[in-house]
């Protein structure tokens, strides 16, 4: 049941016929875990939390840099030096105090991570770097939890889901198999700070329309976007027989 | 044969994914690739023929954020 002010906060919501207050009552015992609180997590859990998501953890060891206001659109100024969790827990229980914001401000390792996806329904992959991203798909393989992956660099966003509930769904290892490839990442190549909030936007947007029962069309898919062009690629990703993390052992 | 890369048109001779990428001194790090919309992964690479009229999507994963 939502409360007098929740109907008010959620009221255009609940004018859309597809979530509507059903909808906002899934949001509300939603248990999400946002991982990376950069510039893909500054607007995915800035919308979950905005959206009424009941629960959610946020995932950080990062302390704010100067470098970092370019893009990461959820902190201030004056704010540099402080860990970007609490930053980030403050900003959103001021943002909703209708919900609950936990932190992790340590650097998960596997035994924390299948702990913490026990109380996760859904899982946002909004990290920096390649040996974090396939260590997160492999806990969430192995404990059955969605993954919605974002990644950006310069002006390309990519945006996966992998519905680890379903058996026959591919996973992130299926299509980018090997951790020790070379990275590209934002401090290395740059990035557009635009174009990783359109992809952390579009993250919060998939995670939304997962918990309501909206299907996702980007299941087993990677949607390439360009931000020069404005052009959209979308690609299958079908499961690897072979691969060393979903297929058969 | 002719194939199209990225949708530029390209005429090869017949080879594997893993061959032709060389053939064009293209990184096999880093890369992913699919053909005719599909992600065909980098274990298939060596053995995967490619065929008239495929057309390919190369470009690099990304791990930023």
Known sequence: M?????????????????LGAHGQAKLKKAKVL????????????????????????????????????????????DEIGSAKVTLMQQRLKKLNPEISVRCIANKMEEPQFNLELLLADLVLDCTDNMPTRQLINRVCFNGKVPLIVGA??????????????????????????????????????????????????LQALEAIKIIVGIESTVK?????????????????????PNCQVCGKK | MKITVNEVEKEIQPSSIEQFLKDIDS??????????GVII???QWPNYQLQENDSLSLFQVIAGG
């Open chain 1, 2 to 18: 939502l409360k007098d002010s929740e109907l008010i906060r959620y009221s255009r919501h609940l004018l859309l016929d597809d």
């Open chain 1, 34 to 77: 946002i991982i990376g609180m950069g510039g893909l997590g500054s607007p995915a859990s800035l919308y979950l939390a905005a959206a009424g998501v009941g629960s959610l953890t946020i995932c950080d060891f990062d302390s704010l840099e100067l470098s970092n206001l370019q893009r990461q659109i959820a902190y201030q100024s």
């Open chain 1, 152 to 201: 950006a660099i310069r002006f390309e966003g990519h945006l996966s889901f992998f519905d680890h509930k379903d058996p026959d769904a591919a996973c992130y290892h299926c299509y980018a198999p090997s951790s020790v490839d070379p990275q590209l990442n934002c401090s290395n190549s740059g990035v557009l700070g635009a174009v990783v909030g359109v992809m952390g936007s």
């Open chain 1, 220 to 240: 087993n898919k990677l949607k390439l976007f360009d931000g020069k062009t404005l052009q959209w690629q979308s690609f299958t990703i079908n499961k690897d």
């Open chain 2, 27 to 36: 990184p096999i790090k880093g890369s992913a690739l699919a053909i005719n």
């Open chain 2, 41 to 43: 992964s980098r274990v």
